[in-house]
Nanobody, 119 residues
Framework: VQLQASGGGLVQAGGSLRLSCRHSGSWFTIDKMAWYRQPPAKVRELVASIGRDDTTNYADSVKGRFTISRDTDKNTLFLQMNSLKAEDTATYYC??????????????WGPGTLVTVSS
C-alpha cells in the first residue's frame, strides 16, 4: 500500500487547511486509517483515526476543530482542520493498517506533509 499526502502549507492562526491522503490499497483489507503528526523536536502523536465502519477517534487537543473523513470511491482520506493554532504546527503523516484474515497486520506510512501555523 502506498500513501501520498498533500494539502499542507502555511496558514495564519484561526485559518483552515484540508489534508488529503490517497492510497493504493483496498478498503477490503484496510481496517484503520489515521493522521499522525510530529511537531518539531517532539514525538509523533495520533491526531485522528477512522475505522472501516467509519468510527472516528480524535486527540483531545483537536476535538471540535478537526474532522477526519474518507471517500471510498476515490481511495482518499481527508483531515479538515479548522481554527488552527500555532501548536498545530507539525509534519502530518497519513497511516493505514491492513488486517488480514489470519489476524496479521501491516502498517503503512506516507511521507508526511508540513503544516505551519503562524501566530
Amino acid at each position: 500500500v502506498q500513501l501520498q499526502a498533500s494539502g499542507g502549507g502555511l496558514v495564519q492562526a484561526g485559518g483552515s487547511l484540508r489534508l488529503s491522503c490517497r492510497h493504493s490499497g483496498s478498503w477490503f483489507t484496510i481496517d484503520k486509517m489515521a493522521w499522525y503528526r510530529q511537531p518539531p523536536a517532539k514525538v509523533r502523536e495520533l491526531v485522528a483515526s477512522i475505522g472501516r465502519d467509519d468510527t472516528t477517534n480524535y486527540a483531545d487537543s483537536v476535538k471540535g476543530r478537526f474532522t477526519i473523513s474518507r471517500d471510498t470511491d476515490k481511495n482518499t482520506l481527508f483531515l479538515q482542520m479548522n481554527s488552527l493554532k500555532a501548536e498545530d504546527t507539525a509534519t502530518y503523516y497519513c497511516y493505514a493498517r491492513d488486517t488480514y484474515f489470519s489476524g496479521a497486520t501491516d502498517d503503512y506510512w506516507g511521507p508526511g506533509t508540513l503544516v505551519t501555523v503562524s501566530s
